[in-house]
């Protein structure tokens, strides 16, 4: 694997790493895809995944990366299993450092995801997927009749505050500003909903639970007061941190982090390309991240096609 030089190295083995390996693949390039632990990425830590087109029951993200990565290794992807430590992309012949040895490509896609930003309290992690939850969209249809808060005040905490409305009996938007950053569009359907409540000026302190989580210990920002809230989910939405530490100085990231590429996924180096979670883009979700996989490749056979 590592005395070759490939079409393409895909750094990632997500959902959009692995279509873009298929897509690749069966265009005709050597591809391979480089994960530090096994296919899947944030979609295989979802149990049950509900809004990816084509499964009427929900569909387990841990199985589904499996069958993504057999799809695509049926048509001769390969996968290596390690670290990407370091990469050189200005030039035609890109090379990436791995603790397994070099790797020698002539095209890179990246497709490192974003993590969520956790809120750092004690027993959040033990209580994911136990009534602590990053994703709305994704999450939100186990919490119907129920009630819930988010936490965040910019646009992903909005949003999740009229998705969960849909479904929930009740939901708190817990900020800790008296006002929201979200854009302004969201303010009006925020306020008419009758189900969500503003709890401004305060910051989650604590995660109450017995098996799963039952409520909140909520610290005013101004008196110091605390207060408690029975809710039965938290949705934390307080931005997302995308994983770009390996190319921050290399290509161009808009002011989050993220790596700027448009539809087509081109970055600001030739032959780099960007895609799913890692990309600044107006939705992150499973269905957008492989549509990311199969554009990559046809840009990736456009800029071969010119290259050589
Ligand atoms: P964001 O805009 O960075 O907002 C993060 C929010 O979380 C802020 O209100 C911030 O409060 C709060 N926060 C940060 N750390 C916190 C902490 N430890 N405890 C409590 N609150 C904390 O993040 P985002 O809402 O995820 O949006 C990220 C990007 O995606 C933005 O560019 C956004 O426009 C975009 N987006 C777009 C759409 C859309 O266009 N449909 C939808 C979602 C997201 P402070 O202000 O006090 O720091």
Not at 116 to 142: H, I, K, S
Not at 283 to 308: C, I, P
Request: net charge negative; proline share 4%.
């Amino acid at each position: 694997m590592q005395n070759k030089l490939w079409d393409v190295a895909i750094i990632g083995g997500g959902p959009a790493g692995y279509s873009a390996a298929l897509y690749c693949v069966r265009a005709g390039y050597s591809t391979l895809v480089i994960e530090m632990l096994s296919a899947g990425g944030q979609m295989a830590t979802t149990s049950a995944i509900e809004n990816y087109p084509g499964f009427v029951e929900s569909v387990d993200g841990f199985e589904l990366a499996m069958t993504m990565q057999k799809q695509a290794e049926k048509f001769g992807s390969e996968t290596l299993y390690a670290q990407v430590t370091s990469v050189s992309l200005a030039d035609f012949i890109k090379t990436l450092e791995t603790t397994e040895g070099p790797v020698q490509a002539k095209t890179v896609i990246l497709a490192t995801g974003a993590d969520p930003r956790p809120l750092g309290l004690p027993e959040e992690n033990a209580l994911r997927g136990r009534g602590v939850g990053y994703c709305a969209t994704c999450d939100g249809g186990f919490y119907r009749g129920k009630t819930v808060a988010v936490v965040g005040g910019g646009n992903s905490a909005a949003e999740d505050a009229l998705t969960l409305s849909k479904l929930c009996k009740q939901v708190y938007l817990i900020h800790r500003r008296d006002h929201l950053s979200a854009t302004r569009s969201y303010l009006a359907p925020l306020e008419k909903a009758d189900n969500i409540t503003f709890v401004w000026n305060k910051e989650v302190t604590e995660l109450l639970h017995e098996e799963k989580l039952n409520g909140l210990t909520l610290t005013d920002t101004i008196t110091k007061e605390q207060s408690h809230l029975d809710v039965d989910g938290l949705f934390v939405a307080i931005g997302r941190l995308p994983n770009t530490w390996l190319v921050k100085d290399q290509l161009a990231l808009d002011p989050q982090g993220y790596i700027i590429a448009d539809e087509t996924t081109r970055t600001s180096l030739p032959g780099v390309f960007a895609i799913g979670d890692v990309r600044q883009k107006p939705l992150r979700q499973v269905v957008t991240a492989v549509a990311d996989g199969a554009t990559a490749s046809k840009f990736v056979e456009e800029y071969l096609n010119l290259a050589e």
